[in-house]
């Protein structure tokens, strides 16, 4: 049972199991656990960013492919979801249509950008992938009229999935049941199951194959294996769970823009929160995201709390200000990179000390 | 299988890269369940004329056919589905995976589940066994569970080999098998061409350059010198006769043996 759910891929480290399943439990119970609309933002977009996460190390850790579009998948499923939600009202049906317009967008452009240029040079895909999402962005921020441009889209959705729904009158464990409760309980079961079919997929012989043509493509030739093939796939395939992904986010902030979903900044969150997890290893994206989030949540709390206690010391004081926090998150990756060079799953499975 | 052709053939085969003629004009055919030799000193296109069979390169003018079929346009993958596997001279593994799992990816191109994406690799036995099966035959599989970057050289030439053989190939190109393994390795690979050579429905094509390895395994021999070839024939025949001795060699049989080895060790 645990086999087929995890596909045979246990954590395979004391630690490893007993950290993911820490981050599994609280994000299953967070409503209760961490009652407020901060920390139920926080735990849903944890839940996202591990699907976002994960399908970017089926490419990068996986596949060996370098794509710097990653946010434009993300992206085409949020507005996918936001402009069916916007043009045909808040209802479930939108939202379907929206998640599954929005995969299919991102798998035909996956395919097209996959088949014209996998064949090339590593460095010219992700260059060529850095291009076609820049012209994407600027696209999305042109067609105003159509995504709102830099303003973004505000729309509803389905009442069942907003506060003012109230199934039960009671509280339970001091928690309202609503419909933003219901809202995250989509969100969480949805990317669980994304998470636990990627990694089913990269243990199928399809993953093995993406290992293979990762490690050494002209082998992998020579066996039998189309590379171009699998390493298209491997990018549709990634595109459709970034897609999707997207999707969840949209429905949750019901606001979707382009500093939510397309932005470079973004892009550089998610190539860091892979590289700070493990590339290569799916649970490296649970806790990349998880630790990255968290960092970028409360990083800047405690250190507003760390500057109060500091002001008698200037120059302390200056350099724990809650502006200087991507500072440390830098200072907190360059470290992680340097004693982890596997990533933290690397780390704790005892690899690359 | 259409048995009135070869099961290999190369017409006219030729390569240029700028105005160096690698392979030039080599026409040759291969029938089943024989051996050849493929001798010449280094650079004579040996490498490069396999490459032009398997496909990593594609010829400028020529035909390569395989049981009559014409496959000089094909790709590698296609070409490798129709039957022919290939040794590389340059070891060329799946380095960050183990050992068993570079077998069992061979076992799974065969088996032709590459595209399968939701069962678990693990799952499938038969491939797994399959992959112990040939690891056993070249006495690796005691080395199974490590990563190929952990074997020493000699292992990691063996495992080159258990490559090509897991395809359970019709043409078996090994390209320099035994370069650089230590004395007491050599016989694993050489009774495993043995074996394979039994089993008429084989074609074995090998680069080699140990004479007595040659004499002891090969039906024929032919030699290539700058691209061409040279000389074709049973091996007493070839290594005997004016044009290799001449042109070729220019010395006397004895020394032919001596010679081949410094190329060797060039
Ligand atoms: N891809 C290539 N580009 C240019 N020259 C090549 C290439 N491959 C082989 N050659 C040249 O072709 C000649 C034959 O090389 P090779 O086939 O490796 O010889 P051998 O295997 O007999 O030692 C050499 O002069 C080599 O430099
Ligand atoms: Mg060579």
Redesign the interface.
Known sequence: ML??LL??DYPRSRVLSLVVLAIGISLLLAPFLYPGTKSLDTAAKIAIFVVLVASYDLLLGYTGIVSFAHTMFFGIGAYGTALTLSSMGPSFTAILLGMLAGAIVAAVFALAIGLFSLRVKAIFFAMVTLAIASAFAVLVSQLSGFTGGEDGLTYRIPRELTPGFRPIKEKLFGTAINGRLIAYYLIFFLSAFLFLVML??V???????L??VR??G?????????AVL?RT?ATVLSAVMAALSGSLLAIWLRYTGPATTLSMEIMVDILLMVVIGGMGTMYGAVIGATIFILAQTYLQDVMGVAEKATEALPLISVLVAPERWLLWLGVLFILSVYFFPAGIVGRLRGQGG | MNREHPVLETRDLTIRFGGHVAVDHVSCAFNRGTLTAIVGPNGAGKTTYFNLISGQLRATAGKVALNGEDITRMSVPARTEKGIGRAFQLTNLFPSLTVRENVRLVAQAKARKGFDLFSIAENHVELIERAEHVLAEVRLLDKAGLAVSALSHGDQRKLEVALMIALGPQVLMFDEPTAGMSVDEVPVILDLIRGLKADADRTILLVEHKMDVIRSLADRIIVLHNGALVADGQPAEVIASPIVQQAYLGRDPDEIESAVGETANA
């Open positions: 086999k087929t596909s045979g089913r997929i243990n199928s012989p399809f993953g093995r194959t290992q293979a490690d050494n002209f082998r992998a030739e020579a066996i039998g294996y189309r699998y796939t």
